[in-house]
């Protein structure tokens, strides 16, 4: 069984920058995907970023793009979401999610982390 912890959120204000880390409890498969989802009060669940864990092009939801970063330290079986000039509508929890298809859609993502708070005031 395969667990994810994120950390790294925070209350931060608008413009800072934030790191969100995700450590997953053992070696993921070559074909696997990591992705970043968030949840903002009220609203549905969304798409945030994805990348492959062996390499490949990372993808994002064009509401972040060009803001957020998402990496991999394989060595550490860890994926991070570097998200810098941060906006109010950033305010969301944030889950991290492991699938193994290169895909934005939920569905496709079989474990999933509890979530880490990102609070982004004006």
């Known amino acids: 069984q395969v667990q994810l912890q994120e950390s790294g959120g925070g209350s931060v204000q608008a413009g800072d920058s934030l790191r969100l880390s995700c450590a997953a409890s053992?070696?993921?498969?070559?074909?696997?995907?990591f992705g970043w989802f968030r949840q903002a009060p009220g609203k549905a669940r969304e798409f945030v970023a994805l990348?492959?864990?062996?390499?490949?092009?990372?993808f994002y939801a064009d509401s972040v793009k060009g803001r957020f970063t998402i990496s991999r330290d394989n060595p550490k079986n860890i994926v991070y979401l570097q998200m810098d000039s941060l906006k109010v509508e950033d305010t969301a929890v944030y889950y991290c999610a492991r699938g193994s298809e290169y895909t934005r859609d939920q569905s496709a993502y079989e474990y999933w982390g509890q979530g880490t708070q990102v609070t982004v005031a004006s």
């Open positions: 990348v492959r864990y062996h390499g490949g092009s990372p």
């Open positions: 053992a070696r993921p498969f070559s074909n696997s995907v």
